[in-house]
T-cell receptor, first 113, second 112 residues
Framework: EAGVTQFPSHSVIEKGQTVTLRCDPISGHDNLYWYRRVMGKEIKFLLH????????ESGMPNNRFLAERTGGTYSTLKVQPAELEDSGVYFC???????????FGPGTRLTVL | RKEVEQDPGPFNVPEGATVAFNCTYSNSASQSFFWYRQDCRKEPKLLMS???SGNEDGRFTAQLNRASQYISLLIRDSKLSDSATYLC?????????????FGTGTRLKVLA
């Protein structure tokens, strides 16, 4: 069974540009989560989808971040415009139901110059 | 104060040693608890779930003390391949949803 996949693995952009990250969860997992790790800090929750609905987006840093999960399958996380402090590793995870074990994708390493 | 606190280490131990990691959490409503392992520049991978009764998986033993809000991980007979960062993760219900709260991780280096 395929695990969680993320694209791209790395992205280097300039401040002010736009970047879109993609996550494909494990097939059949209704719950999809986005997390971020900035350098020197712990991994932090960004938001949680149940199917196509945003269940909790309390961790989203500001309105430059937009997450979507149209159709309840894959999800995208767009950062527009990117700022230097957005640099970090963005992880996606999925689970069958809330409270179940979450399985993580390999992450997207974002560098904003 | 962080919701999940871990000693960042690093713990440098010789092969064959026994090493223990501890973690405390602040939200008494937390429902489930995990240890994840993260290798350098890789994603976190589930090592084991943690239960009050304690659970063991080979050389690894995890324990939860709800009264003290304390989680532990014991690794016996350390191998070079155990070198990694060990993340304490607490699944806390907030606003009707479960949210993973991570510790900063404890770095382990097993030395030959």
């Amino acid at each position: 069974e395929a695990g969680v996949t993320q694209f791209p693995s790395h992205s280097v952009i300039e401040k002010g540009q736009t970047v879109t990250l993609r996550c494909d969860p494990i097939s059949g997992h209704d719950n999809l989560y986005w997390y971020r790790r900035v350098m020197g800090k712990e991994i932090k929750f960004l938001l949680h989808f149940v199917k196509e609905s945003k269940q909790d987006e309390s961790g989203m840093p500001n309105n430059r971040f937009l997450a979507e999960r149209t159709g309840g399958t894959y999800s995208t996380l767009k950062v527009q415009p990117a700022e230097l402090e957005d640099s970090g590793v963005y992880f996606c995870a999925s689970s069958q139901s809330q409270g179940n074990t979450q399985y993580f994708g390999p992450g997207t390493r974002l560098t904003v110059l | 104060r962080k919701e999940v606190e871990q000693d960042p280490g690093p713990f440098n131990v010789p092969e064959g040693a026994t090493v223990a990691f501890n973690c405390t959490y602040s939200n008494s409503a937390s429902q489930s608890f995990f240890w994840y392992r993260q290798d350098c520049r890789k994603e976190p991978k589930l090592l084991m779930s943690v239960y009050s009764s304690g659970n063991e998986d080979g050389r690894f033993t995890a324990q939860l003390n709800r009264a003290s809000q304390y989680i532990s991980l014991l690794i016996r007979d350390s191998k070079l391949s155990d070198s990694a960062t060990y993340l304490c993760v607490v699944n806390s219900p907030t606003s009707g949803t479960y949210k993973y709260i991570f510790g900063t991780g404890t770095r382990l280096k097993v030395l030959a």
